[in-house]
């Protein structure tokens, strides 16, 4: 998807979450300037990644640390996609993990969108 040289390549964003109603303002911000695809189903997750080429994937904490790592283990020896967790509910260790994995960043919750849309601007472009 990335373009060539002089041709401007629009970002493509995978979002995961949970209730998409708490990430409107963040979605109204980035839309303007992104392709965004949302997803509240996990198991659509790892089938929409397959099928897309996405620069970024905004992954709020699934239900299960085991599903995390198996996404993450999947991305390292698949895909080349900056990665954002989202959720409050991580321990240290985790998020340890999950860096290691190559998660650029992480925001708890309550999440400020602002920043958080400015985070994924600047990671896109």
Avoid: N
């Avoid at 997750?45 to 620069?55: H, I, N």
């Avoid at 599903?67 to 390292?76: A, E, G, P, S, Y």
């Avoid at 900056?82 to 290691?100: N, R």
């Amino acid at each position: 998807m990335h373009g060539g040289r002089g041709i401007k390549h629009t970002p493509h964003i995978l979002i995961y979450c949970h209730c998409i109603d708490e990430f409107y303002p963040l979605l109204t911000l980035l839309s303007q300037s992104v392709i965004l695809v949302v997803t509240t189903q996990w198991d659509m997750l790892l089938s929409t990644m397959l099928k897309y080429d996405f620069d970024l994937l905004l992954l709020e904490m699934p239900q299960k640390e085991d599903d995390l790592f198996r996404l993450l283990d999947h991305i390292k020896e698949t895909e080349d996609v900056k990665m954002i967790l989202l959720d409050g509910s991580q321990t240290a260790e985790v998020l340890v993990q999950a860096f290691k994995y190559g998660v650029k960043d992480y925001f708890p919750t309550p999440i400020d969108q602002r920043l958080l849309g400015e985070r994924v601007l600047f990671l896109v472009r």
